[in-house]
């Protein structure tokens, strides 16, 4: 497809990659968010810096993005996010949806980043959640954020989700897989990077230094991509 005049490919490259993924990801979340709901983002990178520039582009939702690097939830917010929150990397514990009046079990229960979403979303939860990480505890925490009837979106993968069926059945849950996206997606994507309203952020490597960008990767010293260049 032919990019807009404005945008170079070494920009945009991972777009069709990484970006088409979380676009999908975010633009079927969007679907069911309106201004008086609350979407959490679960990881800030590669992908989700791209998904929540996508969330603040097609829904007015009040966005919280959780992330266990401050540097990557200060982009996040750079970018649109209304909260950052830092994850501590605790698992929950015990049944992650025991519930009185819609709050999670009790503070021994659950981490820090769960208890401050909770705070954030006056003790219910968020209506969506946007799981790019899908491993390390991310899941049980992400699942702990969510409120009744919400919608939780695994896009990262890694571990298990571990959920009594008896919680999904009474909190009524949704678990929503997504994979990459359809060439109309992408098509929707571009138009979105055109306008400016979705900006890859990425650091750029010349092809012989490849070496050096899986160092970077590895250690958690890439804010966005990295795009190789010939």
């Given at each position: 497809?032919?990019?807009?005049?404005?945008?170079?490919?070494?920009?945009?490259?991972?777009?069709?990659?990484?970006?088409?993924?979380?676009?999908?990801?975010?633009?079927?979340?969007?679907?069911?968010?309106?201004?008086?709901?609350?979407?959490?983002?679960?990881?800030?990178?590669?992908?989700?810096?791209?998904?929540?520039?996508?969330?603040?582009?097609?829904?007015?939702?009040?966005?919280?993005?959780?992330?266990?690097?401050?540097?990557?939830?200060?982009?996040?917010?750079?970018?649109?996010?209304?909260?950052?929150?830092?994850?501590?990397?605790?698992?929950?514990?015990?049944?992650?949806r025991e519930r009185s009046s819609a709050v999670i079990g009790s503070s021994?229960?659950?981490?820090?980043?769960?208890?401050?979403v909770l705070s954030l979303t006056g003790g219910n939860g968020a209506e969506?959640?946007?799981?790019?990480?899908?491993?390390?505890?991310?899941?049980?925490?992400?699942?702990?954020?969510?409120?009744?009837?919400?919608?939780?979106?695994?896009?990262?993968?890694?571990?298990?989700?571990?959920?009594?069926?008896?919680?999904?059945?009474?909190?009524?849950?949704?678990?929503?897989?997504?994979?990459?996206?359809?060439?109309?997606?992408?098509?929707?994507?571009?138009?979105?990077?055109?306008?400016?309203?979705?900006?890859?952020?990425?650091?750029?490597?010349?092809?012989?230094?490849?070496?050096?960008?899986?160092?970077?990767?590895?250690?958690g010293n890439v804010r966005g991509r990295a795009i190789l260049i010939p």
């Amino acid at each position: 497809m032919r990019i807009d005049d404005s945008l170079e490919p070494a920009d945009v490259a991972a777009l069709a990659d990484a970006g088409l993924t979380a676009y999908h990801a975010a633009a079927k979340a969007a679907k069911r968010l309106g201004p008086r709901d609350r979407v959490v983002v679960i990881g800030a990178g590669g992908l989700g810096h791209i998904g929540i520039q996508v969330l603040k582009a097609l829904s007015p939702a009040e966005l919280i993005v959780v992330d266990r690097n401050p540097e990557a939830l200060k982009l996040a917010e750079a970018i649109g996010a209304d909260h950052g929150v830092v994850a501590d990397g605790s698992e929950v514990t015990g049944s992650s949806r025991e519930r009185s009046s819609a709050v999670i079990g009790s503070s021994r229960e659950r981490s820090s980043a769960v208890d401050q979403v909770l705070s954030l979303t006056g003790g219910n939860g968020a209506e969506v959640v946007v799981d790019f990480v899908g491993e390390g505890g991310a899941t049980a925490e992400g699942v702990a954020m969510l409120r009744r009837a919400g919608d939780y979106h695994v896009v990262g993968y890694g571990e298990n989700i571990d959920v009594p069926t008896i919680d999904i059945v009474s909190t009524e849950i949704n678990f929503i897989g997504n994979l990459v996206g359809s060439y109309n997606d992408l098509c929707d994507l571009m138009a979105l990077a055109g306008r400016g309203a979705v900006n890859l952020h990425t650091q750029k490597y010349a092809l012989d230094d490849f070496q050096s960008a899986i160092t970077d990767l590895d250690s958690g010293n890439v804010r966005g991509r990295a795009i190789l260049i010939p």
